[in-house]
């Protein structure tokens, strides 16, 4: 089964940067896309972005468009997601998933996602 692990978490102050690795235990290529998401306490999980795995074709989260960039390396079955300028709200949990449902464009919506990690906490905090 698919498993995915998320590493590159931790505390940041705000403006600082963090790169987030989502590393898959096999080959992802069945799969039409790997998306990442947060939760924040007490909050429902959302979307952050997703990544297209044969074209490479992003999709973000509107407000967090020019602060987060995702991309992929297939050779090492390896997401990752960066993150620049981060601010207090962006303290949640960040996880990643295989979406299993394909859609026109890959979805940040958690619904189409299977194979969730365990997540890797990020902490903006001065």
């Known amino acids: 089964q698919l498993q995915f692990v998320e590493s590159g978490g931790g505390l940041v102050q705000p403006g600082g940067s963090l790169r987030l690795s989502c590393a898959a235990s096999d080959a992802t290529l069945d799969y039409p896309a790997i998306g990442w998401f947060r939760q924040a306490p007490g909050k429902e999980r959302e979307g952050v972005s997703c990544?297209?795995?044969?074209?490479?074709?992003?999709n973000y989260a509107e407000d967090l468009k020019g602060r987060f960039t995702i991309s992929r390396d297939s050779a090492k079955n390896t997401v990752y997601l960066q993150m620049n300028n981060l601010k207090p709200e962006d303290t949640a949990v960040y996880y990643c998933a295989a979406q299993t449902m394909a859609t026109a464009m890959c979805s940040i919506a958690p619904f189409f996602y299977s194979y969730w990690g365990q997540g890797t906490q990020v902490t903006v905090s001065s």
């Open positions: 990544i297209t795995l044969s074209e490479g074709r992003a």
